[in-house]
């Protein structure tokens, strides 16, 4: 097991806010900080947290095996996690095929930011026509590219950068977010909003493995300025296949 | 009666009927045997706008697994008011039923259709979806 990370943060001067196709500027209603504690406390004891959904649906952890395609694996795994919720069928979605194909099939990090506008206009196939990992341009068939279009994701919210209360609302909401973190370079898929005292964190879900993580289910929790994320973006509307 | 008056009347008892199941929610009177939602056995679609901010416990219903338990795999969905969908199906055909608030809920099977509100909390959807089983 490789721990890649891939995390390049979008730069605002040459991408600046709402230029991004196919997203829009985050616009639910912030639900109030001193509310938190409270609806973590009622979603945890109904077993309606994110992290309740991924296990329930019994979802498994991406790998992405030494290649620095963490971007193309956040964005993915809110995909998944969103399809989940939505009660669409289980599909292995290959976070490599985006990654590959909107680099060249270079190994080049990247950011949430691009692989929202390849995922919402071509979708992203399964493992049967891209296996995970594989890269290979033999893969770039039609048969490929008809699989992919029935998971096209439409619409995304583009956060504030580093806007906590945008996130927590978004996580309180049932919304993922795909988080790129600065101290760590890298970027995951945050799936609940946690606390510890007056402490407030997240639990992310990372791409390095199943057998990963301090619950061996692949998630970490980050606490405080850790939570706190540059780059965020929100899937919002999963095409039904 | 003038020609066109027919339809009119079947539109306005329409109208009624899903004014009715918005206002309170009810078992809609289909055609015999006709389901809300098509597909064999308990069948559930949530219909929501994700843009809305809920209050807490309509919110948990949407990510519960204590309802969703109920229903055979594959049986339920909970979709946003503007999904699309890549094919024909008995989800896209539910979601073009009329309806008249949002979030809105059908319930689905041999046992009757119901659409209207979603429940208040958790525990109101786990008995509504006890009531068709």
Redesign the interface.
Known sequence: MSHATGYIPRDYKAQPRGTVAFTSPF???P?PKS?WK??ID??KE?????S??VT?NGLKASDQNGLPYCWAHGTVNAMRVLRA?????YLDLSATAVAAQIKGFRESGGNTFDAIPHVAKHGVPTFKTWPQNKMDRSLVTEEMKDEA??TTL??WYEMEPNDMEMKA?SL????PVIGGYSHMGHMMCDLDLIYKGDEFGVLTWNSWGETWGNFGNGTMELWGRKAVSFDQAAP?????? | MRSGTKPALYLLAALVAAQLAGVEGCDISLPSGERAIDVPGLAVLIVYE?????P??Q????????W??LVPP?N?????Q??????D?P??TAMQRPRTQLPHLIVSSDKGNYEGPLPAD?AAMVAKVQEYQ
Do not use: H, M, P
Request: charged fraction near 25%; charge should be positive; glycine fraction near 8%.
């Open positions: 616009d639910l209603k639900i509310e409270g609806r009622y979603l109904q077993k309606a947290r994110l309740d959904v329930a919720k939505e009660g669409q069928l279009s029935l439409k619409e609302t309180l909401s049932g919304i919002r509307v999963v095409r039904v296949a | 994700s843009g809305q901010t809920l807490k416990e919110q948990a219903i949407l990510t519960s697994a204590q969703t338990a594959g339920y969905r909970v979709l946003d503007n999904s699309e969908f890549a094919t199906s989800w896209k958790t």
